[in-house]
């Protein structure tokens, strides 16, 4: 069955960095687009970006353009989000998505802290 499970998230102070992780099983990767979401305490889940199947395209929200990067690499079957000069605004729960066989596919989620 489809697994996402993402890693890679914690505290860090305002300006810092943190690399997220999602590693995928029980579909071909390499054929999917893949996502990041994030939810913030008390709002509704957000787009964050997204990654062809290449790796090649990406696009990003306006909140997060020039601050984050997403990449995959698919023979490790995992999708990555770089997270720098990160602000308070950023913390939320992140999760890793993907639409397979035309269902949402979602993982657990990783919380990200941005705290002095």
């Known amino acids: 069955q489809v697994q996402l499970v993402e890693s890679g998230g914690g505290l860090v102070q305002p300006g810092g960095s943190l690399r997220l992780s999602c590693a995928a099983s029980?579909?071909?990767?390499?054929?999917?687009?893949m996502n990041w979401y994030r939810q913030p305490p008390g709002k509704e889940r957000e787009f964050v970006a997204t990654i062809s199947t290449t790796g090649r395209t990406s696009s990003y929200a306006n909140s997060v353009k020039g601050r984050f990067s997403i990449s995959r690499d698919n023979a490790k079957f995992t999708v990555y989000l770089q997270m720098s000069s990160l602000e308070p605004q950023d913390t939320a729960v992140y999760y890793c998505n993907g639409v397979v066989g035309g269902q949402n596919y979602w993982g657990q989620g990783t919380q990200v802290t941005v705290s002095s």
């Open positions: 029980g579909f071909i990767f390499r054929n999917y687009i």
